[in-house]
């Protein structure tokens, strides 16, 4: 949900906002395609090298794009 405030905040403001995810929630899923994020679904969450190039393909659609990333699956390099 920080996540979601904080893309509401960006699209406000005149942003585009995309979703990278592993989420298998239905609820939240469906509230980030009512707010109209684009929403990329990761087959493989971190640590899977998929993880990478997913959010990678994300990022390169827009070479301007901000990434914030936020879970509790994150470990130090």
């Known amino acids: 949900m920080r996540c979601v405030a904080l893309g509401q905040a960006w699209k406000d403001g005149g942003g585009e906002v995309h979703f990278v995810t592993a989420c298998t929630n239905g609820h939240l899923l469906n509230l ?35 990434l914030a990333l936020d879970g509790y699956r994150f470990d130090a390099p």
């Open 32 to 66: 980030l395609h009512q707010e109209n994020f684009a929403v990329y679904l990761l087959g493989f969450p971190h640590p899977e090298p998929q993880d990478l190039r997913t959010t990678g393909l994300a990022l390169t659609r827009d070479p301007d794009a901000w």
